[in-house]
């Protein structure tokens, strides 16, 4: 077993396009859900599953979900190993689902065919695209009414600024659909039985000019598939892997997660095309996944819903090595070596060497809060990962304290939650109220039952005066200096000491940035 083998990706997409009907057909097709409800399982396997569901029970954390691993053989290629990480996407949209992916190789995107490019989609593809993560579009729903295929297209390619490469064609939408037509084998997928799902049955032909096509689809969808399919192979890019890989291409695939179709397309395009895990940023040089030594880091950690445990569990990504259980890692910068005794692997089905990991997986580490989001861990500690990234967040409240006597408590609180990536905390140049920033609305809440419950802190949330913040750096130590003079009134520092400036609005940022072409104002900071 190699990392050659591993495909470690996410799928991102907007509540509701048919990111959670796609995993589950996903995951079927690599067998994982017989994995999931099987009873018996052999040696090492059951062992190991059986340690990650007492963590489960005996910690309250939920740690299957955040990454699911099948396996699956393919022509010409032999078992490739998936490991699919869930970026939560609903109401719980946090910094997590943004560092989720800093650890994977590649995304599938998916799109609902009646709504195109939505807000969410495009958040998570702008994060995708700081570290050039190669993306594969899904263009769901096809069997109800959606808008016209090449308006799609176009619309990724404008939207997003990528080439376009459609590797499949609906044969219609909606009421009119009939199948889909894949443009490279020429193979053509056909709903069966009063549900119209997709059960198997697939027709070749030599070409879209073959005469049997004719026998095969309706008269008006057949003269439709052909006329669209051939403007479509003329009007888009070629598939070039290269330009995949390097973030710049992504190749289309029509399908209905519902009904089956397109998953086996799909899956078949994460084997063949999704990169096996590539070098890492690190310092003082990128990591390759074929040096010896062990590395990897921490892009989440999930605390206990269990308030009286302090327990976590940490998910790294190998980055490089062979992991093998009972093995001592050293977080770089702080702390001695830990011996990683009870780590929780996740298992493809056949996989019977299970005390070991390769670089690509994920192996999740019970702690009790020494390890933080970023970290690097490594058998020597020579090296550390960089581009974890902190993001500007979307909503800021100013912390109000109850009772002033606990100014202490919440810093520590604070400073705390900041760590775990919960929260991002600035406190302002002027003034004494601390201001928190998340990403997403379900962090205020988490942030003060934990406040409440952990750390005996009595605290509210009021409106900042402020709407966004900037990370301020400068060539010129005098310009950054002169800047910070003339803005105190909206300048932070966030928990590290770095100079965060607040502002009123998005367009504030952009006037401001104007008046001040010397500085420079960035949404993202490196961890
Ligand atoms: P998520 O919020 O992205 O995880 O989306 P879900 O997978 O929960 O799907 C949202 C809704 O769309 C559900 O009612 C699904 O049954 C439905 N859905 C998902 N995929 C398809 C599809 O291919 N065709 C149709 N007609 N409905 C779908």
Redesign the pocket.
Known sequence: MTSSDRRTFAII????????????KLLLFGGAIHLAGEVKARGAARRARSDWMKIEQQRGISVTSSVMTFERAFDGLGDITFNLLDTP??EDFSEDTYRTLTAVDSAVM?I?AAKGIEPQTRKLFEVCRLRNVPIITFV?????EGRDAFALLDEVADMLALDVCPMTWPAGMGGQFEGIYDLVDNRLLLPEGDSREFQGKVERFTGLDDARLDSVLSPEGVARLREEAELAMAGYEPFDAAAYRAGDLTPVYF?????E?GVDSLIDAIARHAPPPRPQPAEPAPVDPGAGEVTGFVFKVQANMDPNHRDRIAFMRLCSGTFKRGMKLTPTGHGKPIAIHSPILFFARERELADEAFPGDIIGIPNHGTLRVGDTLSERAAIRFTGLPNFAPEILRRVVLKDPTKTKQLRKALDDMAEEGVTQVFYPEIGSNWIIGVVGQLQLDVLLSRLDAEYKVAAGLEPAPFDTARWVSAADPGELANFMDLNRSSMAKDRDGNPVFLAKSAWEVGYVAERYPAVTFAATRER
């Open positions: 997409s907007h509540p509701d396009a048919g990111k959670t009907t796609l995993t589950e996407g609903h998916v609902d769901n729903k096809v069997d109800r399908g209905s997660a519902l009904k179709f």
